[in-house]
């Protein structure tokens, strides 16, 4: 009989001898070429598509592309600057078919479109294809799963959404879906708790993300941008997927004589198939569910008006029962066992809306006028008391005990307690505007922002070891008598009698808080921007780009300006190469989280943290194996002023509320990724920093920032059978070095511990039943648009990581243990998604 460890093994391997011997019996099915353009030239860097499989033509304009059998199917050929064309052809099982093309050149109307193509050479974003969201396998949502793959992108739990960028925490990024900036919920304090993303994976057209030195257009964080465009649909679709941890539904239309695209996307999530692999036994009841749409009415071939809302519910109810954790040594083995009482509530709901009228009087100019509102109700209840029991466990193996608790290291209990209530709206109004003309490209901007948030903060929490209540700290007071009596014989005796009293027997509880906040201010926020491409024969191009940004905020009259540059150049080498530098200021006025100390009140002096970054990097375009790939590195320093320290806890971030900390990060970021596998993208990134802080007046000099994850490497690998590519596998592997951490209450300088490193591989074996295009003599799987499935197994290696320690405190022997909080196990998951 299988263990349940080892199934999920024995599965993989028996699916892996499967696989294999598919691809020894099957016979290939492919189409090949030559494609030339109009004086019948070859064309190197043609893409070739059928269906979701694509290649591109090598120097001498030839191609080869693996396919499946299939009658009607059509081959596309586009390639920059020449005009797309296809070919509709039928092929049958082992065939190899022959299709030649020649592409006509574009009309010189379009040269402003290849002006702008050019222009993105040296953007300094990394752009991904959305097609690999599909592919994507992990727990959370794909758009910010696969941006934790790349370089300079750090992550310490797959529960959470949230990412880490070159040593800034997730409350430095920018987030914009279709050029708005979203907000999430503010109280969360662990993965478990944070349910779904506001980006619908399902609803993305274009991701750009940038990891420092982006433009002045982009707002005022200091660590990274994540730009979000949401499609307009141009026909009907409709897209479903179901899986063991929730689905969702996506339809598209273009109504109204093609004058108005609609695109609205429902999820629900539930993660009770990943709290069971917990070491706590206990009632999980997560419901995440949300509710988006996308709305464009074109009135004229100038003016259109835009609509992008969402709805989203995350509650999260779990009654505990009991929690069984093994640490330590092989020498010195321990477990914590804890029995619980009583329940938490959680309660996190968000609207959010936007309208923008964008007019366009010309193909040189676009005027966009924006008014949203964001409102979050946050709640968080919780009333848990918990007995536990630290035991060493019996490490003798010839003993009949081996495994089980020898004797008693330590007893004791706790309770936490908190009714916290938070209600914020931020509503603001704003004009972008884009003017290019000659390779000469403008962008301005101004918004207003109006923020309302109330605040009620009471939480404490009590601990209670062998009796005492920690803090446990008595004092004592004696006092004399003198007392008359007789002895046992009946002589009278005089003596003194030491009597003792604690003055101050009260309840000490280990954390209290209570306060109550109402904050509203207002925010005037603009930007101009210019950037060029000069080009020289001799020389090779540069692109310039410049810009200047202004922030002002009522809540402390203090206004900030951000002056941004960035220069690129491709010498007229061989070789394809970019080399960028950029730099600029990034300032970030606090949002509610940084104005709030630690016992909820809130600093009315609070000012910017500021951060000046300075980024060289190289991007370098090249062929290997005849196929495309790039290489991208970058080295950044940056120079940090007014911080505000924090502490981390899982994912909860803990403000000092005061700007007294300055500090640097610096580091080296490298990427590479291309056809590994021909027709489909992977890639690999490698990441070395460190983030330090002095905070003033302590005494310790520089110490690690809560985030300094010093070594990142994460793989996002893709391949398939090469007899049949419906076959596919989609591998995702993650490896970073573990975050400082010190006790409860602890100080920077008392951070001189980590955790251990962060290891996770998933993996995903897809089998695609209907592909795009194809038609299929069996006639149900062409109900469908296409229809895959895929098997996904995660963290395959069964690792044990580490998000955050429970602290454990024996008044006896005055030590503390820190007992690991595990993640998430290997779990299997399986999810099929139908298009139609």
Do not use: C
């Not at 093609?258 to 706590?280: C, I």
């Not at 027709?679 to 460190?690: E, F, H, K, L």
Request: proline share 4%.
């Amino acid at each position: 009989m299988l263990t349940p460890t080892l199934f999920p093994l024995r599965f993989f391997f028996f699916f892996i001898g499967l696989v294999f011997s598919f691809s020894l019996t099957a016979q290939r099915t492919a189409i090949k070429g030559t494609v030339v353009d109009g004086s019948g030239n070859p064309l190197d860097g043609v893409t070739v598509t059928v269906g979701s499989f694509y290649t591109l033509t090598r120097a001498d304009g030839t191609y080869y592309l693996k396919i499946s059998k299939g009658n009607n199917l059509t081959v596309y050929f586009t390639s920059f600057g020449y005009v797309p064309d296809t070919t509709v052809f039928s092929i049958k099982d082992g065939e190899e078919k022959v299709l030649d093309k020649q592409l006509l050149l574009l009309s010189n109307l379009l040269t402003d479109a290849e002006v702008i193509d050019r222009r993105s050479r040296f953007d300094n974003q990394i752009k991904l294809d959305p097609k690999n969201l599909e592919q994507f396998v992990g727990v959370g949502s794909a758009v910010e799963g696969i941006i934790k793959t790349l370089p300079g992108v750090s992550s310490y739990t797959e529960l959470s959404s949230q990412y880490n960028v070159r040593g800034g925490n997730f409350d430095e990024n920018l987030v914009y879906v279709n050029g708005i900036e979203v907000y999430r919920p503010f109280l969360v304090r662990n993965g478990q708790q944070e349910g779904l993303s506001f980006i619908n994976s399902s609803m993305v057209d274009d991701i750009k993300f940038s990891a420092g030195g982006f433009e002045a257009h982009y707002g005022d964080k200091m660590s990274s941008v994540l730009d979000i465009t949401y499609r307009q649909p141009k026909e009907f679709a409709l897209r479903t997927e179901a899986s063991f941890l929730g689905g969702g539904i996506t339809y598209e239309d273009f109504l109204l004589d093609k004058r108005l695209s609609v695109m609205v996307g429902g999820r629900y999530r539930t993660n009770q198939l990943l709290l069971g692999s917990l070491d706590t036994d206990a009632d999980f009841r997560p419901q995440f569910t949300d509710v988006q749409t996308y709305l464009t009415y074109y009135l004229t071939d100038e003016w259109e008006v835009s609509f992008l809302g969402n709805y989203s519910r995350n509650l999260y109810k779990v009654v505990p029962d009991v929690r069984t954790t093994d640490f330590g040594t092989f020498e010195e083995a321990l477990r914590l066992t804890v029995f619980f009482d009583g329940q938490e509530d959680y309660d996190f709901t968000t609207r959010f809306g936007a309208l923008t009228t964008t007019y366009t009087p010309s193909k040189k100019l676009r005027l966009q006028f924006t008014g949203s509102a964001f409102q979050t109700t946050e709640q968080e209840y919780f009333d848990v008391i918990g007995a536990y029991r630290l035991g060493e466990l019996n490490t003798n193996l010839g003993s009949d005990d081996f495994g089980e608790i020898a004797f008693l290291r330590g007893v004791g209990g706790f309770q936490n307690y908190a009714r916290n209530n938070l209600d914020a709206i931020v509503a603001n109004i704003g004009h972008t505007g884009f003017y290019d003309d000659e390779g000469v490209t403008w962008r301005w901007g101004a918004k207003v922002q109006y923020e309302d948030i109330i605040d009620r903060y009471k939480e404490w929490e009590r601990i209670d070891s062998a009796g005492y209540s920690i803090p446990h700290n008595p004092t004592f007071t004696y006092d004399s008598l003198v007392v008359t009596g007789v002895d046992g014989n009946g002589v009278p005796r005089e003596g003194i009698v030491y009597t003792s009293e604690n003055p101050d027997d009260s309840l000490e509880l280990f954390e209290s808080f209570n306060s109550r906040t109402a904050i509203n201010s207002a925010r005037i926020t603009a930007f101009v921007e210019r950037s060029q491409i000069f080009t020289t024969d001799s020389a090779g191009d540069f692109y310039l780009n410049v810009g200047l940004r202004t922030h002002y905020w009522t809540f402390n009259n203090q206004n900030v300006v951000s002056p941004r540059a960035s220069l690129s150049y491709k010498p007229n080498w061989k070789s394809d190469m970019v080399f960028r530098f950029s730099s600029g200021f990034y300032y970030q006025p606090p949002f509610y989280r940084e104005m709030r100390d630690l016992d909820g009140g809130v600093n009315e002096n609070i000012r910017a943290q500021r951060s000046i970054h300075f980024v060289l990097g190289n991007d370098y375009q090249l062929k290997i194996w005849n196929r495309p790939f790039k290489m991208v590195t970058e080295l950044y320093y940056k120079s940090y002023s007014d911080l505000i320290p924090y502490d981390l806890d899982n994912v909860r971030l803990r403000y000092r509320a005061v700007n007294n900390a300055t500090g640097y990060a610096t580091g080296i970021d490298y990427r590479i990724n291309g056809e590994f596998v021909k027709g489909i993208d992977s890639w690999a990134s490698v990441s070395v920093m460190t983030i330090q802080e002095d905070i003033e007046n302590d005494g310790a000099g520089f110490l690690p920032r809560p985030t300094d994850q010093r070594f990142n490497a994460k793989i996002f690998f893709q391949d398939y059978l090469p007899s049949d590519p419906t076959f596919r596998v989609s591998l995702t592997l993650s490896y970073g070095t573990g975050l400082p951490f010190g006790p409860p209450q602890a100080t920077a300088e008392q951070r001189i511990y980590r955790l251990p490193a962060y290891r996770r591989v998933d993996i995903g074996f897809i089998k695609v039943f209907k592909q795009e295009g194809k038609t299929y003599a069996w006639n149900f799987p062409n109900k469908f648009k296409s229809l895959y499935a895929s098997l996904e197994v995660f963290n395959l290696l069964q690792t044990n990581n580490t998000v955050s320690y429970l602290w454990i405190k024996d008044v006896s022997t005055a030590r503390e243990y820190a007992v690991p909080n595990f993640l998430t196990g290997r779990l299997l998951n399986l999810k099929v998604v139908a298009k139609f």
